[in-house]
Nanobody
Framework: QVQLVESGGGLVQAGRSLRLSCAASGSIFSIDAMGWYRQAPGKQRELVAASNGGTTVYADSVKGRFTISRDNAKNTMYLQMNSLKPEDTAVYYC??????????????WGQGTQVTVSS
């Protein structure tokens, strides 16, 4: 199947930036939709940013600060996070859906990467 591995999380001060990466591996024919989600302690997992074809959406709380992008040649997606705030502290997960080489669909989650923003 498809494995997603996130990296790039860590501890940063408020106002600084981080870039998360999510590398997909497996017999992938195409990645049609991708997204970043986050889950803070005691809260439900929420959508941060998602891209499906030509449509990209962002949570209101990150608009203007976060940017989702991808490198198709590397099957890797990114989340550039600028002007980080303490309320951005959470475990960040990537999600991808698409088509395998054998013609079946896939949908996978990464294992998560911790982002902690100190005030």
């Amino acid at each position: 199947q498809v494995q997603l591995v996130e990296s790039g999380g860590g501890l940063v001060q408020a106002g600084r930036s981080l870039r998360l990466s999510c590398a997909a591996s497996g017999s992938i024919f195409s990645i049609d939709a991708m997204g970043w989600y986050r889950q803070a302690p005691g809260k439900q997992r929420e959508l941060v940013a998602a891209s499906n074809g030509g449509t990209t959406v962002y949570a209101d709380s990150v608009k203007g600060r976060f940017t989702i992008s991808r490198d198709n040649a590397k099957n890797t997606m990114y989340l550039q996070m600028n002007s980080l705030k303490p309320e951005d502290t959470a475990v960040y997960y990537c999600n991808a859906a698409g088509l395998l080489m054998k013609g079946t669909n896939f949908a996978s989650w990464g294992q998560g990467t911790q982002v902690t923003v100190s005030s």
